[in-house]
């Protein structure tokens, strides 16, 4: 598992992680002797990587001139050196370390999110008796081998979040529900420590840029409790949008074949929020 250091490091000129890309089999990195980036190989060659090398920085972070934007219009790019900017790579790294669990890690992933002293604050008595905490049996036929097999990735993932060398807790996206280009997320952390501190918003940010890029999901779904402020607080920091007419979006979003098995959520209909993101 890479330590935060060690993904600063490979934090490439532009602010976009290098080890996290899709490439990163092909390519070391733009910092590395065998830069395989599509953009450093254009006929122009890479904008960020041609400035920063002549200019003998690390980084679009630490040009002083106005002009550090001006050849991106990446909204990725922009945030993240807007972040590496005001906070340090260091800081950077750290909210975007996140991977697909294998299917040896699904009962890790189950006590995370039934038996962990996170599991209160979204299932189970006294706040969710409509939604029961699962027990092993339960939550293996519910989340199905598929969320852990590679090659099943465009039906649905579970991912693991990592902080440094600790794993805090899961993502979850499933597909094969939902019209095309379409993505239901959940999240669960593994520590109350853990929680209020931006890691989930962070994480669901890179889930849903990873979705964007690996898979071409347009269309992102998420469903909380109605009860479960704090959590839609958060999901509207990484720009998510709660609908009013709840029917007509789930009609839109999932599959005519799965409106009856999935319609409700896992609240009930009165008491499951619908936010979106497109």
């Given at each position: 598992?890479?330590?935060?250091?060690?993904?600063?490091?490979?934090?490439?000129?532009?602010?976009?992680?290098?080890?996290?890309?899709?490439?990163?089999?092909?390519?070391?990195?733009?910092?590395?002797?065998?830069?395989?980036?599509?953009r450093h190989l254009s006929q122009n060659g890479c904008y960020h990587y041609n400035c920063c090398v002549e200019r003998g920085i690390e980084g679009c972070w630490e040009c002083s001139g106005q002009d550090m934007?001006?050849?991106?219009?990446?909204?990725?790019?922009?945030?993240?050196?807007?972040?590496?900017?005001?906070?340090?790579?260091?800081?950077?790294?750290?909210?975007?370390?996140?991977?697909?669990a294998t299917l040896e890690e699904k009962y890790k992933t189950y006590e995370w999110l039934c038996l962990s002293d996170t599991a209160g604050l979204h299932m189970g008595v006294p706040d969710y008796p409509e939604n029961p905490i699962p027990d092993w049996d339960q939550f293996h036929r519910d989340f199905e081998d598929f969320y852990y097999q590679p090659e099943h990735r465009k039906r649905g993932g579970v991912m693991i979040i990592t902080n440094d060398q600790a794993e805090i807790g899961c993502l979850c996206y499933a597909c094969f529900h939902l019209i095309p280009n379409a993505a239901e997320l959940d999240i669960w952390l593994n520590r109350l420590e853990y929680c209020g501190k931006g890691y989930g918003t962070?994480?669901?940010?890179?889930?849903?840029?990873?979705?964007?890029?690996?898979?071409?999901?347009?269309?992102?779904?998420?469903?909380?409790?109605?009860?479960?402020?704090?959590?839609?607080?958060?999901?509207?920091k990484v720009g998510f949008i709660r609908v009013k007419d709840k029917k007509a979006t789930l009609r839109a979003y999932l599959l005519p074949e799965f409106l009856d098995d999935y319609g409700d959520g896992d609240y009930g209909f009165e008491h499951t929020a619908v936010l979106v993101l497109e």
């Open positions: 598992m890479a330590t935060i250091s060690e993904v600063a490091r490979n934090i490439g000129y532009c602010g976009l992680v290098c080890s996290l890309c899709h490439l990163k089999d092909a390519c070391k990195g733009c910092k590395s002797d065998h830069n395989g980036c599509s934007f001006s050849e991106s219009h990446d909204i990725r790019i922009r945030a993240f050196v807007r972040y590496a900017r005001e906070e340090g790579v260091e800081k950077l790294a750290e909210y975007v370390l996140i991977r697909h962070a994480a669901l940010k890179k889930l849903v840029e990873y979705l964007r890029s690996e898979l071409g999901i347009e269309k992102f779904l998420i469903r909380p409790s109605e009860k479960n402020i704090r959590a839609i607080r958060a999901y509207h």
